[in-house]
């Protein structure tokens, strides 16, 4: 269960910190659009963490299973 807190911290930080470069970038507008943008940005980031997070642990057990270290 430590291992889905940690991939779920680490998306929560990285989807923070994209999203406030975001807003740095594009302080001055405020269409709908840009907010669109950030939940979109907040979204993505958080799915490309978690995933490329789960697939290196998957890759880490096939290559162990595969030397029979398991």
């Known amino acids: 269960m430590g291992w889905l807190i940690s ?3 680490a998306s929560m930080a990285a989807s923070f910190i994209v999203v406030k470069i975001f807003d740095w970038l594009f ?6 659009l840009v907010s669109i943008a950030r ?15 789960g697939m290196s642990g998957f890759t880490k057990r096939v290559r162990r299973l595969r030397l029979g270290k398991l």
């Open 39 to 53: 939940a979109v940005l907040f979204i993505g980031t958080w799915t490309l963490v978690t995933a490329r997070a």
């Open 27 to 32: 302080a001055g507008v405020t269409d709908g």
């Open 7 to 9: 991939y779920t911290l």
